[in-house]
């Protein structure tokens, strides 16, 4: 599969690392060209023989996944932005759209997602919901307290859950389809929770959520 990542901050870099050991194409796409130019160069060093490169955004139509890996609300102006290129594509939200200016709740109504806002902004691209449970720092090696990480899958299109699976599977992670497009409230709280409480369980950004039999 060739994966486009829109944005080339820290959830790119284990995003990327994930889809190249899972043998895909990437490509990157910031607004800061030079920003996707040195993660694209970083991740081919660490991953030789890979096929991975910065992207203009007219090239982010040749894709088969495009992952918006930008803060909200700005993933959901850019997926209105490319609402045409992305008709009929697998569109993925990774967003935790939480209010960081008080860190007390999120910027979204409750029962409205990000994810769902998203699908609006662009209504003929195939949104799914995945990965916004799994921080960047593990996502990197893709483990968490010594197994793979669990990646939430969420959306209405079966075949573009799918599409996302088959990504999660091959990068080495375990995915669980959790239902439609609106399970997105549900994960975007519960990772709410995760986030607020780093500090007070001292867990430094690096755990994970898991379901375990
Ligand atoms: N970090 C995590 O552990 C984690 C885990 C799960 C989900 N997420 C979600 O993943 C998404 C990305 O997180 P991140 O940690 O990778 O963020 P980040 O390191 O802060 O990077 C954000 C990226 O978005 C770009 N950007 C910011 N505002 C933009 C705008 N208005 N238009 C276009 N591009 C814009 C930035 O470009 P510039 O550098 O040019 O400003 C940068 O490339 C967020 O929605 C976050 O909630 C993060």
């Keep these: 599969m060739i994966v486009t990542i829109a944005g080339a ?14 043998g895909h194409s990437l490509r990157l796409d910031d607004r800061t060209r030079a920003k996707a130019d040195d993660l694209a160069t970083a991740l081919s060093q660490e991953a030789s023989g890979a096929d991975v490169a910065s992207a203009d ?11 918006l ?3 909200y609300p700005a993933g959901r102006d850019v997926a209105a932005a490319w609402a045409g290129v992305l008709s009929g ?27 769902e806002q998203i699908a609006a902004a662009a209504p003929e691209a195939r949104v799914v919901k995945a990965f916004n449970t799994t921080f960047a720092g593990p996502l990197v090696t893709g483990r968490g307290a010594g197994r793979p990480l669990d990646v939430f899958v969420a959306g209405d299109d079966d075949a573009a859950k799918e599409t996302v699976s088959t990504l999660v599977t091959s990068a080495g992670l375990r995915a669980l ?9 549900e994960l975007e709280s519960f990772q709410f929770l995760h986030m607020a409480s780093q500090e007070r369980l001292g867990l430094n950004w690096s755990s994970s959520i898991a379901i375990l039999p």
């Design 9 to 22: 901050g820290n959830m790119p870099r284990g995003l990327g690392t994930r889809t190249l050991a899972g």
């Design 57 to 67: 955004e007219g090239a982010v139509a040749d894709f088969d996944i495009v992952v």
């Design 69 to 71: 890996a930008l803060p």
């Design 89 to 115: 594509k697998v569109v993925v939200d990774i967003s935790n759209p939480v209010d960081f200016s008080t860190f007390d709740s999120l910027v979204v109504e409750p029962g409205t997602p990000a994810a």
């Design 177 to 185: 389809d959790v239902g439609p497009l609106r399970r997105a409230r």
